[in-house]
């Protein structure tokens, strides 16, 4: 008897979840190809690219990129086409997908290298990366840029130099150069906080090189005499006196009258340059 009730309550759970199944299928085959192609049926390109700028418009990007695409995908050699291209890489960019915006921005100076545009489309690259990693509470929160993974500054760093040697008299120029001044600050300032770890971790000959290596390659930035305070506790601590004393003529030359770091191991102080020069942007 117990047999036979467990066996009923299992027909019943299975039939249960067939009509579930069935449901399912039921709602979602509602929504097929043809039904999307029903949607835009009797649309010209002309209103493609107009309901896609409008979603554009009111941010919502995702049906932005599907009426853009919907659009080149129908009317691959009209004459919104290049203009369906360049704007879906500027819907990817706004929704958070950097590599498919990369990659759309690519495509289209592959594919219209003469355009009057194009030079927006490296511009967009650059500013893709400038502003890839920065989370939603990096957007309302104060945070330090330069302790970010390197790797996309650089990227960004040479889309907008890139974009200066092609197109230097582009109207993006200004904005290119700002956002070069900081990524370069930023990158400077990257170094110095691995030259700060290897000083906290007794690791001074590597604290040394990273200040060297500062000194040479971010001439003319904030993070110069940083370096320098670094390089000379470095030796000190190896007990490389004559060096210390070499770095601290140095300094001493070329910022007589100080600087606004005290201690470079003082991190309100840091960041209190770090905002009166204005560098951690976005």
């Known amino acids: 008897m117990r047999l036979l009730l467990v066996k009923t309550v299992f027909i019943a759970i299975l039939a249960w979840m067939l009509q579930g199944c069935e449901t399912l299928n039921f709602f979602s085959s509602k929504e097929t190809p043809a039904n999307k192609e029903d949607e835009y049926a009797g649309w010209d390109e002309k209103k493609f ?11 919502s990007y995702q049906k932005a990129v599907t009426l853009y695409e919907a659009l080149e995908a129908r009317y691959p050699f009209g004459d919104f086409a290049p203009q369906a291209q360049l704007n879906v890489a500027y819907a990817y ?3 958070d997908d950097p590599e498919a915006a990369i990659a759309a921005a690519d495509r289209f100076i592959k594919t219209h290298p003469r355009n009057a545009s194009v030079d927006y489309a490296y511009y967009l690259k650059g500013l893709v990366n400038y502003n890839r990693g920065i989370g939603f509470i990096d957007r309302f929160l104060p945070t330090d840029s330069s302790q970010r993974d390197p790797g996309s500054a650089r990227d960004s760093y040479d889309n907008f130099q890139e974009l200066l040697r092609r197109f230097p008299n582009t109207r993006y120029a200004e904005d290119a150069r700002l956002r070069m001044i900081a990524l370069r600050n930023n990158l400077a300032m ?5 030259a700060d770890f290897y000083m906290r971790r007794h690791a001074y ?17 904030p993070a110069v005499p940083i370096a320098l305070q670094i390089m000379k506790e470095g030796y000190l601590k190896m007990g490389l006196n004559e060096l210390a004393a070499d770095v601290d003529r140095v300094f001493k030359l070329n910022y007589p009258n100080g600087t606004a770091i005290a201690d470079y191991k003082d991190d309100s102080a840091i960041q209190k340059l770090w ?3 204005g560098l951690d942007t976005h």
């Open 205 to 221: 000959e590597a604290a040394v090189n990273r200040g060297n290596y500062v000194i040479k390659e971010y001439q003319r930035t």
């Open 190 to 194: 990257y170094e110095i906080h691995v």
């Open 275 to 277: 905002d009166t020069l």
């Open 49 to 59: 690219l107009d309901k896609a700028n409008e979603s554009l418009e009111g941010k």
């Open 93 to 95: 960019y706004k929704n």
